[in-house]
């Protein structure tokens, strides 16, 4: 799987838009970009995952840049409980693919 | 999406004793499990791909015989820490791709301190 790079820390102000990035530039065609996040001594949760389109669901929008070398995840109106650390990992998406987490970004979300 | 609970939440134990930590997919079928640990402050490190009736594939540099893996059936994988050591411990974390895209649901947890 391909290797992903992200600032290590961010801070946003409650209410705004946080806009994490994450570089790929060695994607594959077939790899998926992946966005999970972990609140403090919890388990990751799944936030949103693309091929090349833009997508958004209820937690989040991801816009893919055209070449695929990078990405960034929206969060539109960040509250306090956003305060996580951000993955970006790529995968090949298969139910058997394991999922190689990098250092993420410590998204500290600001009153 | 799938949920995933696991048991204990948090372990202590003796040096030298053994400790079994459980990871059940509560809606879901889960053929394939993930285990994962995490040091403080460090990110999630893949230790073994747990396998429906088969044995678990592990990572480079992880001990099989230390870190025993079963997965006997279709909603539960345990994972068997032998022979504990300060330095096992952890925060342990199960995974099982049980979406529509195949995305992972993680359990929450289980954190470990050897004395």
């Known amino acids: 799987d391909a290797k992903t790079t992200q600032p290590p820390s961010m801070d946003c102000a409650e209410g705004r838009a946080a806009n994490l990035p994450c570089n790929h530039s060695?994607?594959?065609?077939?790899?998926?970009v992946y966005w999970y996040r972990q609140i403090h001594s919890q388990g990751p949760q799944y936030i949103i995952h693309g091929l090349k389109n833009n997508e958004t669901n209820e937690m989040a929008s991801l816009i893919i840049t055209e070449d695929r070398k990078s990405s960034t995840l929206i969060l539109p109106h960040a509250t306090l409980r956003d305060t996580a650390v951000y993955y970006c990992?790529?995968?090949?998406?298969?139910?058997?693919?394991?999922?190689?987490f990098g250092t993420g970004t410590l998204l500290a979300v600001q009153p | 999406g799938a949920v995933v609970s696991q048991h204990p939440s948090r372990v202590i134990c003796k040096s030298g004793t053994s400790v079994k930590i459980e990871c059940r997919s509560l809606d879901f079928q889960a053929t394939t499990m993930f285990w994962y640990r995490q040091f403080p402050k460090k990110s999630l490190m893949l230790m073994a791909t747990s396998n429906e009736g088969s044995k678990a594939t592990y990572e480079q540099g992880v001990e099989k015989d230390k870190f025993l893996i079963n997965h006997a059936s279709l909603t539960l994988s345990t994972l068997t820490v032998t022979s504990a050591h300060p330095e096992d411990s952890s925060f342990y974390i199960c995974?099982?791709?049980?979406?529509?895209?195949?995305?992972?649901?993680f359990g929450p947890g289980t954190r470990l301190t050897v004395l």
């Open positions: 990992i790529v995968s090949s998406g298969g139910a058997t693919n394991k999922l190689i």
């Open positions: 060695t994607i594959s065609g077939n790899e998926y």
């Open positions: 995974s099982t791709p049980g979406g529509p895209y195949n995305e992972q649901f």
